[in-house]
Each structure stands twice: as structure tokens, then as C-alpha cells.
């Protein structure tokens, strides 16, 4: 069974974007989005991929990915996938032995800036950067599935 533990931080300044070692644009949808899942179709720069994913909430949830055609990607994108799209840049930044992936968003959620953090772990000690503000974890506003949604630029 795949796990996904992650937390998600808001931004206290700029001070990251010196330290960005990658970005990837990110186009992406949801299939469906309930209580229980979200069925998430992803295009980047270079891949394409169906990503299942449950909708608990916290740090802690089931996530299942897998590669897909990326013109059945498009395709899913443009005719099932509930709209608006999600658009974002994911800018990576790497302190010590963990991959910060900040998170630009572009569009209905443009303004929004949240950063992620991937633990082996609930219970996983990491340096917090002094640029990574109030922790939004817990809070579905930030979860992607929810911005396609209820888009950060109608809060």
C-alpha cells in the first residue's frame, strides 16, 4: 500500500526563490473528488499521469500514481475533468536531506504560493527554513482538489 506523508506550510517571504535548484509546469484536473477519493490526470513539462489519491485529511493519506499517454492526458484534461484546471509551478529546493516543493499557482489560483514537504514518517524531525510560514496542513482550502474547486481567487 502506498502512503503519502506530507505537510503543507504557507510562505513567510522571497528568501526560497534563491535556493530553487528545478521548476516544472504543471497543468492538472480531477476525474472525481469526494469524501472518500480524488481520480487527479497531471500533465508536466514531461510526463502524464493518473494519480488516485484518499481524501483523508492530515499528513498521512493513501496515494497510488501511474504513468498515462500524455495525449489521453490532454485529452482528459480538455473533455471529463472538472473545471477550472489546476495550474501551477512547482519550484524545488533542496535543505539538507529533504525536497521543499514550493508550489506557484497560475490562473483561478493565482496569488496562492504553498509549500510541501515529503516525510518517511509522521513523526520525522525536519529543518523548517525561516522563509516557511503558519502550517496549512490541515486545512482543506490548500489541498489541490479543493482549489479546482473553490479557486483561491474567490476566497
Not at 488516485?52 to 490532454?74: C, F, V
Not at 525536497?99 to 515529503?118: C, H, K, R, Y
Request: proline share 3%; hydrophobic share 35%; glycine share 4%.
Amino acid at each position: 500500500m502506498a502512503i503519502e506523508i506530507e505537510r503543507k506550510f504557507l510562505l513567510a517571504n522571497d528568501n526560497w526563490r534563491a535556493l530553487v535548484s528545478k521548476s516544472i509546469n504543471y497543468r492538472q484536473g480531477y476525474l472525481n473528488s469526494d469524501q472518500h477519493s480524488s481520480v487527479r490526470i497531471r500533465v508536466s513539462d514531461d510526463t502524464a499521469k493518473i494519480n488516485i489519491k484518499s481524501a483523508t485529511i492530515g499528513a498521512q493519506r493513501h496515494e497510488y500514481e501511474y504513468d498515462i499517454p500524455a495525449q489521453d492526458a490532454h485529452e482528459l484534461l480538455n473533455t471529463l475533468c472538472h473545471q477550472p484546471l489546476v495550474e501551477k509551478t512547482r519550484r524545488l529546493v533542496v535543505i539538507n536531506q529533504h525536497t521543499w516543493e514550493i508550489d506557484e499557482f497560475a490562473g483561478e489560483n493565482q496569488g496562492l504560493i504553498v509549500a510541501e514537504i515529503e516525510l518517511s514518517d509522521v513523526n520525522e524531525t525536519f529543518e523548517k527554513p525561516g522563509w516557511v510560514g503558519k502550517e496549512v496542513t490541515e486545512d482543506v482550502r490548500y489541498y489541490n482538489n479543493q482549489l479546482a474547486k473553490q479557486p483561491y481567487t474567490r476566497w
